[in-house]
């Protein structure tokens, strides 16, 4: 495949009663702020080089957010893209803010959902967002409330689309009640496999499901096996972590992050990666060996 076109390689993915389909592969901005995903970056120019070559890979989906930074990655982004390809979709999630020191601070009231999604639409220059996750803290948070709000914004026209992150199958079940979700944006990667019943279900369903941290965000992945399984194919680790994703479950979508070009190029090269059955064997029982 040209590599143009890298990020095609997966195949690609409608969401549900929409028209909007996308590659598989996607990109996710937020390594694109400084460290701890606060301030600015070290090298805002590679950041705008790593947006720009991701569009030339082939990504058209890229999942962002205002507390990244917070407001850095979607500056970049406009930088970087303005104006936009028309085929290029954003999703960004809402529901948090970033205190002076870094802190994450949760916030789901209707008012600061609103002035989040108007935020992320004026700072991305776009007229409304195509798909907004709402995310949530664990499973005792609440979250009929703040769904009903962004159905609210939904119905207004602020949003096209609704998505939640950070949730059980209790929460996904009552979200679900209230508003049609297109994705599941939760964490999962080779080792954290909590979400695999959720996964199937979605599968059956037709609706995305997002994992975050899919390389184990701030602590890599390690495992022997998945070690000895890179070696074999003269791959990298993360490579191959990223295949056994896609190779999971036709719904997975990727966004995985880096702020380096480099980087970039070998995460979106996964795409292209098969796994033969007898290698996805022996990493599907890595979980249970953790």
Partial sequence: MAESNLAAAAGRFTFPGTSISVNRMGYGAMQLAGPHVFGEPKDPDEARAVLREALELGVDHIDTSDYYGPYVTNRLIREAL???PKHLIFITKIGAWRDDEG????????????KSVEDNIERLGLDRMSVVNLRMGGPGDDVAAPMRAMRRMQ???LIDHIGV???????????????????????????????????????EDGVAYVPYFPLGGFS?????ELSHVAEELGQSSQSVALAWLLQRSPNILLIPGTSRRT????????????????HKSRLDGVAAMS
């Avoid at 802190?103 to 959902?113: A, E, K, N, Q, V």
């Avoid at 009552?174 to 994705?183: E, H, K, L, W």
């Avoid at 890599?220 to 022997?224: A, F, N, S």
């Fill in 103 to 114: 802190g994450w601070i949760l916030d789901r009231t209707p008012d600061f959902l609103r």
């Fill in 165 to 203: 992150s950070t949730v059980d199958a209790a929460q996904l079940r009552i979200a679900r009640d209230i508003a049609p979700v297109v994705c599941v944006q939760n964490q999962y990667n080779l080792v954290h496999r909590d979400d695999d019943a959720m996964i199937d279900t979605l599968a």
């Fill in 155 to 157: 119905e207004e026209g």
């Fill in 82 to 84: 303005f104006p936009y």
């Fill in 220 to 224: 890599p992945l390690q495992t022997e």
């Fill in 263 to 278: 980087h970039l190029r070998a995460n979106i090269a996964a795409a292209g990666l098969r796994l033969s059955e007898e």
